[in-house]
């Protein structure tokens, strides 16, 4: 939308970090350009370390894993994983931390993707499609100290209490005529966008119904429609439509879903296309099948719920898409049991076990694929991968830093508009 690129720009002017988080797409094309081994897997697409943090599965257990799909295509390993230890050095630098911090966080991510990668590959596909990284786990691996562990910790206690019934009285207030309404916060929550497409929203949830498991379409039916607000998410989000629904049970329990655009992966037309497969690993009896472009049959919402049901370990049972008006979205879950760790003030050692825990949660989401045992035997057992990423880390968070000084200055100059502080 329009009228709210200026709140985009604003956000990606807030430090090279930000930019790095709002322009998938830049990198993409970039890594384009790259040497790749040609192994492909589901790729994130936007594994910068921002988008993972804890989750509930349907089970209710929490688990530590990557969070954002909205750039998921199949793609070259190597994307996700330089992404990756790119975002831990710009981070590290935004942060204050100092070179050898943001060189030891990127090259553990690597070694921790690189060793666990190898562990998949020795286990059999069933095993790996059960594993998990839970977040104690992660805290006993990873978090040595108390310290180290504590941003973590702190993730997971705020994940346990973030409900739709504690989202409640945060995100609404009752009406005159006692239902609860999505209180406005002007330009980040509006109604004004959805009085106008009242139909199209109506739509979207019928779409969206069509997708789900019959159980779960049983469980949704439950549950019906009290107020939906356009709501401004993100980074690189902003500017696309994404709504917030309430949605109240016949018991009287509230639902928050999230509807999110969902548009073409920053991938998409960067990958070669003889490498593109619906599944990246075609069964012993079945001949690889070409997937379809954006726009050519699937709908851009499932492919980011494929890709998310592929990558995660345990997806939202509430997960679907949907198409209405033009556009293609998919649907989740809001504010239910997700935590991210506040990485602006944690220190050194906590920073580095936190981007370790990211690689490791990335070899999993790559293991998936079916493709551990390639990668791993091109990885190997020694250092020379990691060192090779760390050096192109470094390389191009200087690239990043120039950019965002670009931002900088074509903001300064009125070239381009840029509203701060929302």
């Known amino acids: 939308m329009s009228s709210l690129v200026a709140v985009r720009w604003g956000r990606m002017l807030a430090s090279p970090f930000a930019f790095l988080r709002g322009s998938a797409a830049v990198m993409a094309h970039d890594l384009a350009a790259t040497p790749a081994t040609g192994l492909m897997v589901q790729a994130c697409g936007d594994a910068h370390i921002a988008n993972f943090g804890v989750f509930a599965s349907p089970e209710r257990n929490l688990l530590f894993d990557v969070n954002d799909f909205d750039e998921t ?26 070179k050898t911090t943001a060189s030891d966080a990127a090259c553990g991510a690597v070694r921790e993707y690189r060793e666990h990668m190898t562990e998949y590959a020795q286990m059999g596909i069933l095993d790996v499609w059960y594993s998990r990284v839970d977040p104690e786990a992660a805290m006993r691996t990873l978090g040595a100290s108390t310290g180290a562990a504590a941003p973590v910790r ?40 959805c009085a106008e497409h009242a139909d199209t929203l109506e739509t979207i949830m019928h779409s969206y119904r069509g997708t789900l498991e ?57 990958v070669p296309r003889s490498s593109v497969t619906e599944r990246v690993r075609p069964g012993r009896d079945e001949q690889p099948r070409r997937a379809a472009p954006a726009g050519s049959g699937q709908p851009e919402g499932r492919r980011v719920v494929d890709g998310q049901r592929l990558m995660q370990s345990g997806s939202d049972i509430f997960l679907g898409w949907a198409s ?18 506040d990485l602006s003030t944690v220190s050194a050692s906590a920073f580095i076990d936190y981007v370790e825990l990211c690689g490791w949660s990335l070899a999993l989401a790559h293991a998936r694929s079916g493709q551990a045992a390639a990668i791993a035997g091109y990885a190997g057992s020694g250092d020379t991968l990691d060192q090779a990423i760390v050096s192109f880390a470094g390389a191009y968070a200087d690239q990043t830093e120039r950019d965002h000084s670009v931002l900088v200055e074509a903001v300064r100059k009125g070239w381009v508009v840029a509203t701060t502080g929302v």
């Not at 008006?325 to 935590?339: A, I, N």
Request: hydrophobic share 40%; net charge negative; proline share 4%.
């Open 154 to 193: 702190s993730a997971v206690t705020a994940a346990e209490h973030h409900t739709s019934a504690t989202a409640l009285p945060h995100l609404t207030s009752e009406s005159e005529g006692g239902r609860r309404r999505i209180v406005d916060h002007p330009p980040l929550v509006t109604h004004e966008y």
């Open 324 to 341: 209405a008006g033009g556009f293609d979205y998919y649907v989740r879950q809001l504010w239910d049991m997700k935590g991210t760790v």
């Open 73 to 98: 295509f199949p793609g070259p390993w190597e994307w996700d994983l330089k992404r990756l230890a790119t975002s831990a050095v710009v981070a590290a630098r935004t942060s204050g931390l100092n």
């Open 214 to 270: 019959d159980d779960r379409r049983a469980l949704l039916d439950h549950f019906e429609v009290d107020d939906f607000a356009l709501k401004v998410v993100g980074v690189g989000s902003v500017g696309t439509r994404c709504f917030i629904g309430l949605l109240s049970s016949d018991a009287g329990d509230p639902l928050f879903l999230q509807v999110k655009q969902a548009d073409r992966s920053a991938l998409d037309g960067l």
